[in-house]
Structure formats: structure tokens, C-alpha cells
């Protein structure tokens, strides 16, 4: 589950950024450097299920 935790944390932290870059108050520079952030985040996001163990759990409704 400890992967599962990684996962939503850095989700919630390209949510965020995708906020703050759709609101149009920060700089060019600060922009650049939050959709740098969001890009390694989602990187991050692929690498992490690129090597999970492939295992699928549907969920009771």
C-alpha cells in the first residue's frame, strides 16, 4: 500500500500545480519550474507502476 500513498501524494501535488498554472498568477519563470515539477511527478507516477506487481483489485461497490 505504501506505493498506493506514493501515488496519490504526487497526484495531489500535480493537481495542485496544475492550479496555480491555471490561474495565470505566477510568473513565466515560476511556471516553467512548476510544470518542470509536474512532468517529474508524472514520471515518477510511471515509473512506480511500470514496476508494480501487475496486480489488479476491483473493489466492492
Do not use: C, N, W, Y
Not at 492550479?19 to 507516477?45: C, I, N, P
Amino acid at each position: 500500500m505504501a506505493k498506493d500513498r506514493d501515488i496519490d501524494e504526487r497526484i495531489e501535488r500535480v493537481e495542485e500545480i496544475i492550479q496555480q498554472l491555471e490561474s495565470g498568477e505566477v510568473d513565466s519563470g515560476t511556471a516553467e519550474q512548476l510544470f518542470e515539477e509536474g512532468q517529474r511527478k508524472l514520471d515518477e507516477v510511471r515509473e512506480i507502476l511500470d514496476h508494480g506487481d501487475a496486480e489488479i483489485v476491483e473493489l466492492p461497490e
